[in-house]
């Protein structure tokens, strides 16, 4: 029979934010991470599961007031007293707690800078390169909707970048030769051991063997979150409520 894998919660951390959590990163220290909703950033204790620290709160006194909300958060891969976090106006703000417990006064800003790298729709930008998503994603949308998905940045690894897309696609690029390839989440490949075969979308009218047409796409099915192993070639996907896991081909 196939194997089955079930996860169990082995601790809860609740009660700390009234919106909905964008980001979630562990620190160097390999004993504390942050948690960061819409206006809060919270630290946490790995062994504490009933409180945490709010070390950024940008919520004014008065809702009308807001104009900026806390887009991601990530702490520095070295430096524990170190993280950033961004936010809607495309500003990136580097804080470092050692100055104070709440970090309401940012180091280093760099204002401008996500807006100019989120700027393209459906396309993912890692310093000079740009790897573009194909164009029928972009013409065959609704008019609403789906312009407005939030999709997690692109998970960088030594040789390759991966993103997630629509119809459960996943997309990788490779870094040196710049060669992408469409691949799937779904059942019917997630088999022990079943190797992914290459996904392409068709948008003319004759369709070639294993090609999919573009208007049979389902864009309520999306992978907005995906993950790379530290240290070796495993990726998971998250598509809708099935979480995947897949590894290079072993011989």
Excluded at 46 to 63: G, H, Y
Aim: charged residues 25%; positive net charge.
């Amino acid at each position: 029979m196939d194997l089955m894998v079930e996860a169990s919660p082995r601790r809860i951390f609740a009660n700390a934010h009234t919106y909905h959590i964008n980001s979630i990163s562990v620190n160097s220290d390999h004993e504390t991470y942050l948690s960061a909703d819409d206006l809060r950033i919270n630290l946490w204790h790995l062994e504490i599961t009933d409180r945490s620290f709010n070390i950024v709160d940008i919520k004014p006194a008065n809702m009308e007031e807001l104009t900026e909300v806390i887009t991601a958060a990530e702490f520095h891969p070295h430096h524990c007293h170190v993280f950033v976090y961004s936010s809607s106006k495309g500003t990136i703000r580097l804080c470092d707690m050692r100055s104070s417990a709440l970090c309401d006064r940012h180091s280093k800003c760099k204002p401008g800078f996500v807006a100019d790298n989120c700027s393209a729709y459906l396309a993912c930008k890692l310093w000079k390169h740009c790897h573009q998503i194909p164009e029928h994603f972009l013409c065959t949308f609704p008019a609403t909707g789906y312009r407005l998905e939030c999709f997690q940045k692109p998970w960088v690894g030594a040789c390759a970048i991966m993103t997630g897309s629509y119809n459960n696609f996943f997309r990788m690029f490779d870094r040196s030769t710049r060669r992408d390839v469409t691949l799937e989440a779904s059942r019917e490949s997630s088999k022990p051991r079943a190797i992914l075969k290459p996904r392409k979308v068709c948008t003319g009218g004759k369709r070639k063997k294993d090609e999919i047409n573009v208007d049979s796409l389902d864009f309520n099915k999306k992978i907005l979150h995906t993950a790379w192993h530290p240290m070796e070639n495993i990726i998971a996907v998250a598509a809708t409520n099935n979480l995947y896991i897949f590894q290079d081909k072993i011989n």
